[in-house]
Every structure is written in C-alpha cells, then in structure tokens.
C-alpha cells in the first residue's frame, strides 16, 4: 500500500519547482523600479523653469495733488502710489511727522484728516485731496504751543522726542473725541457718557502711539492735565481752522 509519507528518490526533480527570486535579483529590480518612477521628477529637476513672459508695466506719471496742510495749500507732483506721509516729508518738506515702522503699527506717523487722526503711512496722499490735514507744525497758533504741547513739557512727556509729534496728534484728536462723546473699548457702559477721561480711557485711546523711550505714565499725565483744565486741546481749539 502506498503511502503519502513514501520517501521520493532523491534523484527524482519536480518538473516544475517554483523558483524563489534571489536577493539580489529583487533588489536589481526594486532599483530598476524606482529609477522609472523617479525619471519624470528627476527630469523635472534638470529641467530649467520657463520664465513667465515679461509683463510690461506701465508707469502711472506723477500728477499735481493738492493738500492742505496746516492751513496752506501744497500742490505736489506725486504718483499715485505716493503716501500721505511720504508726501508730507518728502514733498511737501514738513519732516515734523515721523516715520517709524512705515506699516501701521508704531503711531509715530500720525496726522489729523479733518480733524480725525490718522496712520499717514497706511493712506495715499491722492486720497486726501480736499480735506485739512494738520501735522505737528500745524497744532501751534501764531507761535504759542497749543495746551498739549505745553503739557507735555511741562510733564516731561518725552525723551527723545521721535514719537512725539504723533503722540501730540494723537491727543489732541483724542480729547476733541472724547468731548464729542466718542466711546472706546474700555467705556463701561458706551450709553452713557463719561464725565471724566480716566487714567484707563486715556491709556486706551493712546495705544496706538508707541513709545520706545516708555514715557507712558508722563503722557498720561499731561493729557489728563489738559482733559482736566477743560480748555481747548490746540491753539485755536481747531487744529484745521
Ligand atoms: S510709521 Fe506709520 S504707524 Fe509707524
Ligand atoms: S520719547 Fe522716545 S520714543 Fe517716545
């Protein structure tokens, strides 16, 4: 009886053994493989990039612009692209307003727009055809320094001097604001209108206006000073009169 355990002839060859790839046979392929894969990126990577067809821009010619500032009419041939604070410096020669960051984050560029105060760094000079813009040398009257100019020295409200001018554009829009009714992010209740401008208001409402050298708690003070004298913010209580 024959057995499925019968020992096979040693001599005896299956016909048909599966053949087992070698090693090396599988990783000769793998790399063959991955070369074919990896042609199109490396061809891609040889390739130098097409260059875009070169657009021809077309310059926008300088303009004449008219802005009012501090009372006297500028007209400047300025492009578009032109800032008001660029504008303000570098054509109109008023260097009174500084330029910090250039972006709209340090203050120290502030002007007032019919009396609204504004970044001039983040608005274009064209945009402001019409209004009365005041700067620094602009808050003066007939050479007598307007109430915040005094407090602030007599507060020592600066050091170097460098945010200055911005700061003072920034308290005298921020005292007419208030006096207006004008609420802030730290107005208790935004219906009723306070009678004082607190420490909390004022520091608030002079956020935007950085000073490197620190001299917060004398600002503070000498807008608080002049908030509390009541009286006019600039010399003839118009900055654009
Ligand atoms: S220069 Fe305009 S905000 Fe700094
Ligand atoms: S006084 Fe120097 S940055 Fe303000």
Known sequence: MSSHNESQDPGDVPAAIPTKPSRRRFLQSAAAAAT??????????TQTPTAPPAQVQQAVPPRPVTLTVNGRAYTLQ????????????????????????????????????????INSCLTLAVMHEGENITTVEGLA??????????????????????????QLCSATALLNEF??????????????RPAQ??????????SGNICRCGAYANIVAAVRAVHEGGGPVSGNDNPNA
């Open 36 to 45: 074919v894969g990896a042609a199109p990126h490396l061809r891609a990577q």
């Open 78 to 117: 300025l492009e578009p692209r032109v800032t008001l604070l660029d504008a303000l410096r570098e054509y109109a020669g008023l260097m009174g307003t500084k330029k910090g960051c250039d972006r709209g984050q340090c203050g120290a560029c502030t002007v007032l727009a019919d009396g609204r105060r």
């Open 141 to 166: 009257a007939n050479g007598v320094l307007s109430p915040i100019q005094r407090a602030f020295i007599e507060h020592d409200a600066f050091q170097c001097g460098y945010c200055t001018p911005g």
């Open 179 to 192: 006096r207006n009714g004008t609420a802030s992010t730290v107005t208790a209740d935004v219906r009723i």
């Open 197 to 206: 401008l607190s420490d909390e208001e004022i520091r608030e409402r002079m």
